[in-house]
């Protein structure tokens, strides 16, 4: 866990940007706990049920979201050790209005000049949880607020860039491709993109249950970046609910 983050403050941003969900989940167990004594005798199994299993979805998701993001070496950025014999002079890190990686990158690659883009457009983002996150944390220093079909870099711009948790959340198909191809124009000939993400997988739908279907699955992703002219040169499994992709521009070898 990197030192810059506190005890348990990734599951804790998870509670406080999704108060919502876990007020109206505690909201039901309660009306059913304190309701049961006026249930018919064939229904109250069912509601005894009903409590353990939400209860438990909620704890079972809630301590895999610690794992990853307070356990896990996601944020350590270990991971990334194989890019040092690549070019980084200049990184660019990408989100969607809530960083908490441009810091750690800036720490990671010392010598690099980084710049940080936010494509959050709250006329198409419209997760309540974004909105909360940003108002909750400030951007990192320069920071430029960018549309997803034109960012403001020179072509063959960018040695690596990042995109980790963050391209999700644009929920439209062209969108997302159109970024990517735009992503691959700024990128050098020689340059990787890292994305990192949840996939919508067995193991992140048995640790969020319907949670899982805001994530992508892995062949959605593959589709997305094969059509924007991309390949991919390997793949990252930074614990079993998180990958990332290491992306090339097809015909380019790393």
Not at 233 to 243: G, H, M
């Amino acid at each position: 866990m990197d030192k810059m983050r506190g005890p348990f403050q990734g599951v804790w941003n998870i509670i406080r940007f999704n108060w919502h969900f876990y007020v109206l989940s505690i909201g039901l167990i309660l009306i059913v706990l304190l309701s049961r004594s006026y249930f018919p005798p064939v229904f109250l199994n069912a509601a005894n049920v009903f409590i353990v299993l939400l209860t438990g979805l909620i704890l079972i998701s809630l301590s895999v979201s610690a794992y990853v993001y307070d356990f896990s070496n996601l944020y350590s950025l270990n991971w990334l050790n194989n890019v040092n014999n690549i070019k980084q002079e200049k990184i660019v890190n990408i989100h969607a209005g809530f960083d908490e990686t441009s810091n750690l990158l800036k720490n990671k690659f010392v010598n690099a000049e980084i710049s940080v883009l936010d494509f959050y457009d709250p006329s198409r983002h419209t997760e309540a949880s974004i909105k909360r996150a940003r108002k909750a944390y400030p951007p990192f220093p320069g920071t430029r607020q960018v549309r997803t079909n034109g960012l403001p870099l020179g072509d063959s711009s960018a040695d690596l860039i990042f995109a980790i948790l963050s391209i999700h959340e644009i929920r439209n198909e062209n969108e997302r491709r159109t970024l990517f191809i735009e992503l691959r124009r700024i990128l050098t000939p020689s340059g990787q993109i890292f994305v990192t993400e949840h996939l919508r997988d067995a193991a992140n739908c048995l640790a969020y249950n319907v949670g899982a279907f805001h994530f992508y699955s892995k062949s959605t992703w593959l589709k997305t970046f094969k059509s924007s002219g991309l390949q991919v040169s390997d793949e990252i499994k930074i614990t079993p609910f998180i990958s990332t992709f290491i992306l090339i521009k097809n015909g380019t070898s790393t």
